[in-house]
């Protein structure tokens, strides 16, 4: 069964930092793209960042130079590092994982809600 896990949410100034993690298992992360996305109130979930098995990671233009993936392979956990964080930064981030097979299976944690706000 897997289970994706986020943690690392909270109220913020702007200019602050956070980082979240995202705690997978049931799948091994190292082989595995995992991707951050967000949902702030009445928008649509976007894609934040996605890394990939083999190093690779991709960020959506809001956040470039601003937020970081990474992975712990050890600790089999995804994080996401941000940076210089703005209001429209606020939103629920969500860790995502989709596995290939006869089907598409996607995965999502619940979810760790970021407030940015002075």
């Known amino acids: 069964q897997v289970q994706l896990v986020e943690s690392g949410g909270g109220l913020v100034q702007p200019g602050g930092s956070l980082r979240l993690s995202c705690a997978a298992s049931?799948?091994?992360?190292?082989?595995?793209?995992i991707n951050w996305y967000r949902q702030a109130p009445g928008k649509e979930r976007e894609l934040v960042a996605t890394t990939r098995s083999g190093g690779n990671t991709n960020y959506a233009d809001s956040v470039k130079g601003r937020f970081t993936i990474s992975r712990d392979n050890a600790k089999n956990t995804v994080y996401l590092q941000m940076n210089s964080l703005k209001p429209e930064d606020t939103a629920v981030y969500y860790c995502?994982?989709?596995?290939?097979?006869?089907?598409?299976?996607?995965?999502w944690g619940k979810g760790t809600l970021v407030t940015v706000s002075s």
């Open positions: 995502n994982v989709n596995l290939y097979t006869t089907d598409i299976l996607h995965y």
């Open positions: 049931g799948i091994i992360v190292s082989i595995n793209t």
